[in-house]
């Protein structure tokens, strides 16, 4: 039987939005909210805080979950899931990445990621979801949006910033309704293995071509298998996002 753990990676210095692990949404600080909707999934005794604030360290003990403190100078957030994990320990097969900053984050998209490993072609797993034509083609064009594109075995061919695939012959503001498009959503799960050793990767030119680092693993070999959920999340990267997440919380009574 596959043994995973959940590991959520949180930092104090954010850009538009300090101290984000520890807003209030709600009456808890985000990063509770997260450990929770994550323990739905795994069970709380599987889920661990990877941090470089004694803050957030100190927050996490203090509602009950588990921390571990990590290096300040990580380039990604997978080599501090990396650091994390074998910090921790665990007798695991497979490491999962949570996003720190989605506090309503969905228990069964963490299932269907660990479900992703009854493949055992599979060395890292990821989620993806189908755009919704009604969206429109300049959402679709958005690079902050990325696509992926992928095999019939669900394996993931590639992800890009720009629109993949380009339909020759069509115009553009028939591609929605022409073509299924699918978006990337930036969880992952790795075996423990595979996570040691994409950490000691070079860049790849991909890579620095798109700022995605994902496309390091595709052009080392690994194979990426993809899940489809039909769930957008609510990520927090701005004012706006927080008050949104607060009225969330209201209306559904969090």
């Given at each position: 039987?596959?043994?995973?753990?959940?590991?959520?990676?949180?930092?104090?210095?954010?850009?538009?939005?300090?101290?984000?692990?520890?807003?209030?949404?709600?009456?808890?600080?985000?990063?509770?909210?997260?450990?929770?909707?994550?323990?739905?999934?795994?069970?709380?005794?599987?889920?661990?805080?990877?941090?470089?604030?004694?803050?957030?360290?100190?927050?996490?003990?203090?509602?009950?979950?588990?921390?571990?403190?990590?290096?300040?100078?990580?380039?990604?957030?997978?080599?501090?899931?990396?650091?994390?994990?074998?910090?921790?320990?665990?007798?695991?097969?497979?490491?999962?990445?949570?996003?720190?900053?989605?506090?309503?984050?969905?228990?069964?998209?963490?299932?269907?990621?660990?479900?992703?490993?009854?493949?055992?072609?599979?060395?890292?797993?990821?989620?993806?979801?189908?755009?919704?034509?009604?969206?429109?083609?300049?959402?679709?064009?958005?690079?902050?949006?990325?696509?992926?594109?992928?095999?019939e075995d669900d394996r993931a061919?590639?992800?890009?910033?720009?629109?993949?695939?380009?339909?020759?012959?069509?115009?553009?503001?028939?591609?929605?309704?022409?073509?299924?498009?699918?978006?990337?959503?930036?969880?992952?799960?790795?075996?423990?293995?595979?996570?040691?050793?994409?950490?000691?990767?070079?860049?790849?030119?991909?890579?620095?071509?798109?700022?995605?680092?994902?496309?390091?693993?595709?052009?080392?070999?690994?194979?990426?298998?993809?899940?489809?959920?039909?769930?957008?999340t609510i990520g927090i990267d701005?004012?706006?996002?927080?008050?949104?997440?607060?009225?969330?919380?209201?209306?559904?009574?969090?």
């Amino acid at each position: 039987m596959t043994k995973f753990i959940g590991i959520i990676p949180a930092r104090y210095a954010s850009g538009r939005l300090p101290g984000k692990p520890l807003l209030d949404i709600g009456g808890k600080p985000m990063i509770q909210r997260v450990f929770e909707q994550a323990s739905k999934a795994l069970g709380a005794d599987k889920v661990w805080v990877a941090t470089d604030d004694q803050r957030i360290f100190d927050a996490v003990i203090a509602f009950g979950g588990q921390a571990v403190m990590t290096s300040e100078n990580h380039r990604s957030g997978t080599d501090r899931i990396a650091e994390a994990a074998s910090k921790i320990g665990a007798d695991t097969d497979v490491v999962i990445n949570i996003q720190g900053d989605e506090p309503f984050i969905d228990p069964e998209q963490i299932k269907l990621l660990a479900n992703s490993f009854d493949s055992p072609e599979t060395d890292i797993a990821t989620l993806i979801r189908p755009f919704d034509p009604t969206e429109g083609f300049n959402h679709l064009e958005d690079p902050n949006k990325v696509k992926v594109v992928k095999a019939e075995d669900d394996r993931a061919l590639y992800f890009s910033r720009s629109v993949i695939p380009y339909l020759r012959g069509v115009e553009k503001d028939k591609w929605v309704s022409t073509h299924q498009y699918f978006i990337h959503i930036g969880m992952y799960a790795y075996r423990t293995e595979v996570l040691k050793e994409i950490t000691r990767l070079a860049p790849a030119p991909l890579e620095v071509a798109e700022s995605l680092e994902q496309l390091r693993w595709i052009s080392n070999g690994y194979t990426v298998k993809v899940s489809q959920t039909n769930r957008t999340t609510i990520g927090i990267d701005t004012a706006e996002d927080l008050e949104e997440a607060r009225r969330y919380c209201i209306e559904n009574n969090l």
